[in-house]
Structure formats: structure tokens, C-alpha cells
């Protein structure tokens, strides 16, 4: 059975930080790229980071410079450190595992981010 469990959101003042988490099982988590959606309220989900298996970044535009995406094979886990946050960073974010070869991908349960005063 495949697993994301994303960990670590929360509430935050603005200009915070935060560190998500996601732990994957069930798959061959190196063979799988690795990306952080999100999602507010009334609005589409949209892809905020992305790691290959090759370890190569890639960054929605608002998020450069603020966001870093990162993998730990060993532990089979995908992680998003969250800096100079704002409160329209607020949003659900959800971890996604795909292996583009197999056309296969596996979507986390989401975790709550909320960046108020």
C-alpha cells in the first residue's frame, strides 16, 4: 500500500518559517520525482516545488528565493523549507510522487499552512 504523509504545517506570523515533511512507503522512492503542490481556498491547486530524481529544483516564481525542496533517499522522505513566509503562502499543501517512466502517481493527504498575524 503507497503512503504520503506530509507533516510539519501549522500556523505562522508572517515572515516566519516552517519545514514540511513527507514520508513516502510503498514505493521506490528514488525512482520517483518528488513535488509540493498547494492549494487555497477558492483557487486551483498549483505546483510550488519540484525535485527530480536526479536532484534537479525546479520553483513556482513567487516561492524563488524564499522556498527550498529537498530529498533524503535513505529516508524516503521529500521535505519543503518554508522562509520569509506570507499570508498568501496560506494554504494546503499537498506531496506528490510520480514516476513519469510508469506513468504512475501517488498524491499525500495534505497539511494546513496558515501565515496570519
Known amino acids: 500500500q503507497v503512503q504520503l504523509v506530509e507533516s510539519g504545517g501549522g500556523l505562522v506570523q508572517p515572515g516566519g518559517s516552517l519545514r514540511l515533511s513527507c514520508a513516502c512507503s510503498?514505493?521506490?522512492?528514488?525512482?520517483?520525482?518528488m513535488r509540493w503542490f498547494r492549494q487555497a481556498p477558492g483557487k486551483e491547486r498549483e505546483l510550488v516545488a519540484a525535485i527530480s530524481i536526479g536532484r534537479s529544483t525546479n520553483y513556482e516564481d513567487s516561492v524563488k528565493g524564499r522556498f527550498t525542496i529537498s530529498r533524503d533517499n535513505a529516508k524516503n522522505s521529500v521535505y519543503l523549507q518554508m522562509n520569509s513566509l506570507k499570508p498568501e503562502d496560506t494554504a494546503v499543501y499537498y506531496c506528490?510522487?510520480?514516476?513519469?517512466?510508469?506513468?504512475?502517481?501517488?498524491w499525500g493527504q495534505g497539511t494546513q499552512v496558515t501565515v496570519s498575524s
Open positions: 510503498g514505493i521506490i522512492f528514488s525512482t520517483y520525482g
Open positions: 506528490n510522487a510520480r514516476n513519469s517512466y510508469l506513468g504512475i502517481e501517488y
